[in-house]
């Protein structure tokens, strides 16, 4: 089993539509969360980062953390064709390198 | 402010021919990284260095060496390259602690 798991989609949805973007990992003692989005022919870039559980939101862009169920989430709500991308979750436990998902596609057509 | 830079943009190398990518970064981060991303993989670490001086292997280092001369910089060569080796380099980097990374554009790397 990975260390941490991403359904790699696609997922397409209608400009307009709340988008839920998931993770899950294995090791307890992951405690930092982020979500890093991804252009086509670009590098990631951060997007959002949450320490230990709990929510964060930032814009129409909210992640959640339920460590108790290792298990991470990303809301994007009233979804745009810019939002269009690859979402990468990554998680660390702390002065260890980062470790990614898989990373999901996301189309949002208007 | 650039944030981090890769060269070369693209290549193209024949089996068993020698390269480095090079990676300077302007953030003043201890922390830098190299990673390559296939389709259906993900992002896999290559090596890392934590700081000037300091280098560790990651998941995938098999085939590459790294540098670090010095704090900005950070070289990832392939002394003969496969293959397997054609792929897309992402160079990072990040606070000591390591729980948030900032990545370059990207390095297109293609062995025939």
């Known amino acids: 089993q990975k260390e941490v798991e991403q359904d790699p989609g696609p997922l397409s949805v209608p400009e307009g539509a709340i988008v839920s973007l998931n993770c899950t990992y294995s090791n307890s003692a992951f405690q930092y969360f982020m979500w890093y989005r991804q252009y086509s022919r670009k590098g990631p870039e951060l997007l959002m980062y949450t320490y230990s559980s709990g929510n964060k939101e930032d814009g129409r862009f909210t992640a959640q953390v339920d460590k108790s169920s290792k298990y991470i989430s990303l809301f994007i709500r009233d979804s745009q064709p810019s939002d269009s991308a690859t979402y990468l979750c990554a998680m660390s436990e702390g002065n260890t390198p980062l470790v990614f998902g898989k990373g999901t596609r996301l189309s949002v057509i208007a | 402010n650039a944030g981090v830079t890769q060269t070369p943009k693209f290549q193209v190398l024949k089996t068993g021919q020698s390269m480095t990518l090079q990676c300077a970064q302007d953030?003043?981060?201890?922390?830098m990284y190299w990673y390559r991303q296939d389709p259906g993989m993900g992002l896999r670490l290559i090596y890392y260095?934590?700081?000037?001086?300091?280098?560790d292997k990651g998941e995938v280092p098999n085939g590459y060496n790294v540098s670090r001369l010095n704090k900005r910089e950070f070289s990832l060569r392939l002394e003969s390259a496969a293959p397997s080796q054609t792929s897309v380099y992402f160079c990072?980097?990040?606070?000591?602690?390591?729980?948030?990374?900032?990545f370059g554009e990207g390095s297109w790397l293609t062995v025939v």
């Open positions: 990072a980097t990040g606070t000591v602690s390591g729980n948030t990374i900032y």
């Open positions: 260095s934590a700081s000037e001086g300091t280098t």
């Open positions: 953030m003043n981060h201890n922390s």
